[in-house]
């Protein structure tokens, strides 16, 4: 079974600043996505940036960008010129691109999240 | 706003009782995706359909059963309630059966056993 580990239960940032969260995960298949997701106070759960396991140059979102290193199992994402806006719990997880026999088992896996905290 | 809606928005109930989740997908995606976060286990996947037929099972309790109607929207039964069922349920969405697929939560039913 994957795992996905975020080893940072809390992070703070200065406004303005840049941060990185980290992401490692366990996994024995070679096509997959790594996704991260916000989590903000109101709760909803929103989409990032993903990174498909196939390609080798890291997805690029805005001030978001990820640091995909597919042999050490690492998913880091860079939140630059930080905003108040960003403060939110943020999830790495991770899909299988294999499926199961109907091609639809595309069930996320999370990590446990990273609390992040904008100080102006 | 994503696009999937999920009814209602919180709910306080009694251990013993069941309760009804709903949750409506975004226009055309045929998959949903149930999601159970709570503070012990964290985010969950709970089970997935497609198109009406259930497609993958993960940590759903037995109390627990889920469906997806000939319109798309899917129901998320909770039976036997007990205390440590209290947690925020998710619905996703995605279009249909690949992997590359973003799926699309809803805003999440909160649900309080007391």
């Known amino acids: 079974a994957q795992t996905v580990t975020q080893s940072q239960p809390e992070m703070s940032v200065q406004e303005a600043e840049t941060v990185t969260l980290s992401c490692t995960y366990d996994?024995?298949?070679?096509?997959?996505?790594l996704f991260w997701y916000k989590q903000p106070p109101s709760r909803q759960m929103i989409l990032v940036i993903r990174?498909?396991?196939?390609?080798?140059q890291n997805a690029t979102e805005n001030r978001f960008s990820v640091n995909f290193q597919k042999a050490a199992k690492s998913f880091s994402l860079k939140i630059s010129d930080s905003q108040l806006g960003d403060a939110a719990m943020y999830f790495c997880a991770y899909r299988s691109g294999l499926g199961n026999s109907g091609g639809s088992n595309y069930k996320l896996t999370f990590g446990k999240g990273t609390l992040l905290t904008v100080n102006p | 706003d994503s696009g999937v809606t999920q009814t209602p928005k919180h709910l306080i109930t009694a251990t013993g009782q069941r309760v009804t989740l709903r949750c409506s997908p975004r226009?055309?995606?045929?998959?949903v995706y149930w999601y159970q976060q709570s503070l012990d286990q964290g985010l969950q996947f709970l089970i997935q359909y497609y198109n009406g037929e259930e497609r993958a099972k993960g940590n759903i309790l037995e109390r627990f059963s889920a469906q997806q109607f000939p319109d798309l929207h899917s129901e998320l039964n909770l039976s036997s309630l007990e205390l440590g069922d209290s947690a925020l349920y998710f619905c996703?969405?995605?279009?249909?059966?690949?992997?590359?697929?973003?799926?699309?939560f809803g805003p999440g039913t909160r649900l309080l056993v007391l």
């Open positions: 226009s055309g995606d045929l998959s």
């Open positions: 990174q498909e396991a196939y390609k080798q």
């Open positions: 996703a969405s995605s279009v249909g059966g690949l992997a590359l697929e973003t799926q699309y």
């Open positions: 996994t024995s298949e070679s096509d997959y996505y």
